[in-house]
T-cell receptor
């Protein structure tokens, strides 16, 4: 079993839809959870960062962490064509520098 | 604006040649730089961690003699793919940690697409 599992998609939605992206993981020692957005052939950029369980909201984006289920989610409200990108989840153990990434989910928001 | 400048963005080379990729830290003294590799539809995989003034730390399975890392100054880290072969074709990205929490403040370069013919 891989440490981090993420459905690669692709996922295609109409503009304005609510998007749900998810990752599961197997390592219970992960404490920090991140979502990165990566446009085609560019470096990823940090979208959301969450420590331990709970929700975090930033504008149209909401990140959720459920450590009991080893499951994290990113919700995008009122999705826009500019949200079209690959979204990677990443996580790391406390005190470690080594992020473990999911494969990424390719999202297309159609106008 | 960009925090980490990575060059070149794309390289096409013949098998057996060496390719150097540079990452420059802008407006910051970077003592550490992470180097990742990303194959199509695969996860970003950490290859090595470069440390200014000391030897790089390589992840298991990464050939030290093939992927030479140099971090001679606080603003420049380089990755040299020596004697490149087609199987080395991939997207290489550097990432610089900033701030007290490495996990929170990781800034990526724009990546280098290497194609070995």
């Amino acid at each position: 079993q891989k440490e981090v599992e993420q459905d690669p998609g692709p996922l295609s939605v109409p503009e304005g839809a609510i998007v749900s992206l998810n990752c599961t993981y197997s390592n219970s020692a992960f404490q920090y959870f991140m979502w990165y957005r990566q446009y085609s052939r560019k470096g990823p950029e940090l979208l959301m960062y969450t420590y331990s369980s709970g929700n975090k909201e930033d504008g149209r984006f909401t990140a959720q962490v459920d450590k009991s289920s080893k499951y994290i989610s990113l919700f995008i409200r009122d999705s826009q064509p500019s949200d079209s990108a690959t979204y990677l989840c990443a996580m790391v153990q406390g005190g470690s520098e080594k992020l473990v990434f999911g494969k990424g989910t390719k999202l297309t928001v159609n106008p | 604006g960009a925090v980490v400048s990575q060059h070149p963005s794309r390289v096409i080379c013949k098998s057996g040649t060496s390719v150097k990729i540079e990452c420059r830290s802008l407006d910051f003294q970077a003592t550490t730089m992470f180097w990742y590799r990303q194959f199509p539809k695969q996860s970003l995989m950490l290859m090595a961690t470069s440390n200014e003034g000391s030897k790089a730390t390589y992840e298991q399975g990464v050939e030290k003699d093939k992927f030479l890392i140099n971090h001679a100054s606080l603003t420049l880290s380089t990755l040299t793919v020596t004697s490149a072969h087609p199987e080395d074709s991939s997207f290489y990205i550097c990432a610089e940690p900033r701030g007290a929490m490495y996990e929170e403040k990781l800034f990526f370069g724009s990546g280098t697409q290497l194609s070995v013919l």
